[in-house]
């Protein structure tokens, strides 16, 4: 008489363990691609958003880009310890659309009646480019573009003339398309 004793045979787990196994490779492969597709759309969002701040600062501006002229201190500013960031630079940039400025580019942590436009964008020094995680921002000051990124796994590239804004990573997306040309 043959006893059997409840439970499962070596051979049942064995088969269960490879089911198993080829289940999370499946599911790996579909959220790992699912990932890069959010970043890739998270810097289409961004680029897209930026574009559309840089655009409305220069109609203030009198048709001036960020960055264009120096970011200096505005009159009547009561935080005299700001930086002052010369034109051309990625902290004019930045400062200009992250803060209320004046019609000359200058610009306080505070609205005055003095610096009536922005802030137009949350942009500091924590803002990466969602695919490649770095922030760097390239400036700078040649007119028309034609400019490319200057590689793989940059952050943003920026022109203070024409207003130009890319991601400065050359790499493919999932689809083939260059970052840059987003």
């Not at 109609?59 to 960031?85: I, K, Q, T, W």
Request: net charge neutral.
């Amino acid at each position: 008489m043959s006893r059997r004793t409840p439970g499962f045979t070596l051979v049942e787990l064995l088969i269960v363990a490879v089911v198993l196994s080829i289940f999370a490779g499946i599911v790996f492969t579909q959220v790992s691609g699912t990932t890069q597709q959010a970043r890739e759309g998270s810097l289409a969002s961004f680029l897209s958003r930026a574009r559309g701040a840089l655009d409305r600062y220069q109609v203030d501006h009198g048709g001036d880009y960020p960055g264009r002229r120096a970011a200096l201190v505005a009159p009547g500013c009561s935080n005299a310890a700001l930086a002052r960031f010369a034109a051309g630079t990625a902290g004019s940039v930045q400062v200009q659309v992250r803060y209320f400025t004046d019609a000359q580019g200058r610009y306080c942590t505070e609205r005055l009646a003095t610096t009536p436009y922005g802030p137009y964008l949350e942009w500091n020094s924590d803002t990466d480019n969602p695919v490649t995680g770095n922030g760097e921002l390239v400036t700078i000051s040649a007119g028309w573009l034609t400019f490319r990124a200057d590689g793989p796994g940059g952050g943003f590239k920026y022109d203070t003339i024409s207003g130009r804004f890319i991601a400065n990573d050359n790499a493919l997306d999932s689809k083939g398309v260059p970052f840059d040309t987003y």
